[in-house]
């Protein structure tokens, strides 16, 4: 199958991703997707999901990947961890993009192996020195190892590390500055972050490294409260995404043009239909901003 | 920003040990915005892990899960979480010590066949996302000579497994998972075998009489026809080698033929 993908020029570059809206795939979308050519603008695959030898998944990312642009996105690789990467699981991750050759890849800001135990979870970092500069060599390693510039998305955290010395900005600026990645705006995150340690989340954006960013994520999340009865929000992509989100992506777009933009929905997961028409909606601010820009131009 | 050196420093290892210990203390040093320890802000984390991986058992083994029903599957897998978490990021990969904990489970001593359901379930799974393989073309063995017929060896298809078992594992799984609706009356004291094959896409289970298990498990270990054949009319006086050897083929458990001079 892999000779199939290499023979068309067209993938053989790795179609770019557009700055159009796209969805997380999911295996019981598929069928849908395929049968009805589905007018969207890329899909994304937790690259996690398809490190099996064969059967189905890669089948079905095979029949996306001939008609959709593809992003990777990479969630247990654990760049945040205190130990060295898992150069078996780098290799998985290396191997994945020269199959599918997607648009972009991206991975987390975050940790979920130590020692021997993978824990399935984002875990947060503290934002030293230390930490920064083993961030930074984790994600120089991943760069050279996987031949390409990787993003890596700021992450949704519910408690803070009193032994941080800098601002998770600095900490993402520093990091690009150094290794020369891009960055993934997840802004469901950075709503859930900035409510959870309550700052202004139109702040942390207009302050972004917007340059670095080369795709947005959009998700849901869920309320719940702290042990202080203070509004604590959970990243459980289970749901549409919050209108407070939507007001600060148009925000993002309206500042900074359109960028490749994706729907997660990971839990709970609606039909089909109802993940297009997130998706649409997403479109749709995109679209606008892009006939703004245009205008104001002429 | 602030000085490091007067706060307490939280390490992945103690981040980790608390994790998994629902008993232990928030760690010092993880705060909220007020700058207090936050246990019900840890407990997020500590419930995204169990929670996440839990789930992923059960879309591993949906079988055992109807089996024990919703609540009692939740429970029992909060603590195998806890006493197996995973090695692997590649989560497609975690369960392989499942049935072992369910026959060792003392609660569950009375449902001694959950095991073996599990062991059907892991291994349908790996058939899943084993390498895709061409099954052996079964006119490749009319090619073969009567005189070299007994020699023969086939290689397994990667997709190509056997589970084989003192309870009815096969008619306990059928009407659990895979044919709720066709599923007939169960026999504890059936013993049953099933092979597993993936030859295109679809993952398809086989159940087995003792004569065609006998031949099936030796052929694929990679022992010759003749010795396989011997063992299975041992096990069963109506074995017949030829029934037997072309349902196998049919399901395509084999990749390949070797010939041995």
Redesign the interface.
């Known amino acids: ?1 892999v000779s199939d993908t290499r023979s068309d020029p067209a993938l053989r570059c790795g179609a770019a991703v557009p700055a159009r809206a796209g969805a997380g795939l999911k295996a019981d979308h598929v069928a849908d997707i395929l049968e009805t050519g589905a007018d969207i603008g890329f899909f994304e695959v937790h690259a ?2 398809y ?9 079905q990312l095979q029949a996306v990947r001939e008609r959709y642009p593809l992003s990777l996105h990479g ?4 760049i945040g ?3 060295p990467l ?1 150069k078996d ?1 780098l290799k ?1 991750l290396s191997d994945l993009n020269r199959r599918y050759e997607p648009g972009l890849f991206s991975e987390h800001l975050a ?11 984002l ?1 947060p970092v ?1 934002y ?1 020195e230390a930490t920064l500069n083993r961030v930074c060599d984790h994600i120089d390693e991943v760069q050279e190892t996987v031949g390409r510039r990787m993003l890596l998305e700021n992450p949704s955290t ?10 998770e900005l600095d900490f993402l600026g520093e990091i690009v500055r150094r290794t020369g990645c891009g960055l993934l705006l997840d802004i469901n995150n950075v709503h859930v972050s900035c409510t ?3 700052r202004s989340a139109s702040d942390y954006l207009a302050a972004f490294p917007m340059a670095a960013v080369g795709e947005i994520h959009l998700g849901g999340h869920a309320p ?5 009865g ?1 509004p ?1 929000l ?1 990243d459980a992509h289970d749901r549409e995404v919050d209108q407070a989100v939507w007001q600060l992506f148009e925000d993002v777009i309206g500042a900074n043009g359109p960028l490749p933009t994706l729907i997660e929905w990971d839990n709970n997961v609606p039909a089909w239909p109802v993940l297009l028409a997130e998706a649409q909606a997403a479109d749709r601010i995109l679209a606008q901003t892009a006939g703004a820009r245009r205008k104001q131009a002429v | ?4 050196l007067s ?7 103690s ?2 040990r608390a ?2 210990d629902p008993q232990s203390a928030t760690p ?9 320890t ?5 407990n ?2 500590r419930n ?2 169990i929670v ?2 839990s789930e ?1 058992l059960g879309e591993t083994f949906p079988g055992v899960k109807t089996l024990l029903g919703e609540d009692y599957f939740k429970a029992l897998a909060r603590a195998f979480v806890t006493a197996h ?8 990969w975690y369960g392989a010590e499942f049935a072992d904990f369910l026959d060792a489970f003392p609660p569950l001593q009375a449902y001694p066949y959950l095991g073996d359901v599990a062991r059907l379930e892991w291994a349908w799974l790996q ?7 061409a099954p052996l073309d079964p006119a490749r063995l009319g090619e073969v000579s009567p005189q070299q017929l007994g020699d023969v060896c086939f290689t397994p298809h ?2 190509a497994h056997m589970v084989t078992s003192r309870w009815p594992v096969w008619a306990i799984a059928r009407a659990n998972r895979f044919e709720p609706d066709e599923a007939g009356a169960i026999d504890l004291a059936e013993p049953q075998s099933v092979l597993i094959t ?1 030859p295109d ?1 679809d993952v398809n289970v086989f159940l087995l009489r003792a004569g065609g298990a006998a031949l099936t498990m030796d052929l694929l270990q990679g022992q010759t026809l003749a010795d396989a054949a011997g063992r299975a009319q041992e096990e069963d006086g109506s074995f017949s080698l030829s029934d037997c050897l072309s349902d196998c083929l049919a399901a395509g458990a084999f990749s390949g033929l070797l010939l041995n001079d």
């Open positions: 199958m996690e999901n490190m099996g030898a064969g059967g189905p998944p890669h089948r969630v247990g690789l654990s961890g205190e130990q898992d699981h998985r940790w979920s192996s130590h020692d021997t135990t993978y824990f399935n979870d875990l503290p030293d519910y408690v803070a590390f009193a032994q941080s010395t800098m601002s959870n340690h309550e719940d409260r702290d042990d202080a203070r604590l959970i | 920003m602030r000085s490091s706060h307490p420093q939280v390490d992945a290892a981040f980790g994790l998994l010092d040093g993880l705060t909220g915005p007020d700058g207090q936050a246990p019900k802000r840890f997020v984390y995204n892990v996440s991986l992923a978490p995973p090695l692997s990021p590649v989560l497609i058939a899943y996302h084993a390498a895709d393989a990667p997709a993936r896409m």
